[in-house]
T-cell receptor, first 115, second 118 residues
Framework: EAQVTQNPRYLITVTGKKLTVTCSQN?????MSWYRQDPGLGLRQIYY???????DKGDVPEGYKVSRKEKRNFPLILESPSPNQTSLYFC??????????????FGDGTRLSIL | AQSVTQLDSHVSVSEGTPVLLRCNYS??????LFWYVQHPNKGLQLLLK??????LVKGINGFEAEFKKSETSFHLTKPSAHMSDAAEYFC????????????????FGSGTRLSIRP
């Protein structure tokens, strides 16, 4: 089954404790992306990757890191989480590298609470 | 610059009546436009997309949308609402800046929550 898998689905942690949210897709997609969803703001892009070893900042990259060592995986790293990073996070992937008018496939989301 | 405006944060309709969710966009280039639906505790699922072919686009579950360039609109409609349509809906624009190495810029609207009254 084609899918984007995020883990964990829920996480409560404390300020400053490094965490990683994993994302994996099994569709051989070139493009992968991370978003955060906050009430009234829709989804905002954090980072995206057009292919292996190619990543770039989205609209709200501060406080986050990503890596793309393999095509299928795109982890999101919070080196020193803060309460303003409490949010619902989505990973997405699609065909197309530099230009994509292809729809994205989304994971089920990761709800992070930073205390 | 790109932007997406969903004109209603919440729409409530009775079951069996038409649905209209409004979306206006601005784009510097030739955009692709999408509607996604998000059910509670789920990720987003594609309803339909416009990519410069037919201006009237049909999607899943009886939804359709019409691209109107002169009005910069891409409103989502359904003739008859069903209880299972209750969800959050997002209008999305994807635009590619010039340059072969530039990725598409993807902007989400703030969402419209659709409620269905029995």
């Amino acid at each position: 089954e084609a899918q984007v898998t995020q883990n964990p689905r829920y996480l409560i942690t404390v300020t400053g404790k490094k965490l990683t949210v994993t994302c994996s897709q099994n569709m051989n997609h070139e493009y992968m992306s991370w978003y955060r969803q906050d009430p009234g703001l829709g989804l905002r892009q954090i980072y995206y990757s057009m292919n292996v070893e190619v990543t770039d900042k989205g609209d709200v990259p501060e406080g986050y890191k990503v890596s793309r060592k393999e095509k299928r995986n795109f982890p999101l790293i919070l080196e020193s989480p803060s309460p303003n990073q409490t949010s619902l996070y989505f990973c997405a992937s699609s065909f197309g590298g530099t230009y994509s008018n292809q729809p994205q496939h989304f994971g089920d989301g990761t709800r992070l609470s930073i205390l | 610059a790109q932007s997406v405006t969903q004109l209603d944060s919440h729409v409530s309709v009775s079951e069996g009546t038409p649905v209209l969710l409004r979306c206006n966009y601005s784009s510097s280039y030739s955009p692709s436009l999408f509607w996604y639906v998000q059910h509670p505790n789920k990720g987003l699922q594609l309803l339909l997309k416009y990519t410069s072919a037919a201006t009237l686009v049909k999607g899943i579950n009886g939804f359709e949308a019409e691209f109107k360039k002169s009005e910069t609109s891409f409103h989502l409609t359904k003739p008859s609402a069903h209880m299972s349509d209750a969800a959050e809906y997002f209008c999305v624009v994807s635009d590619r800046p010039p340059g072969w190495s530039s990725a598409s810029k993807i902007i989400f609207g703030s969402g419209t929550r659709l409620s269905i009254r029995p």
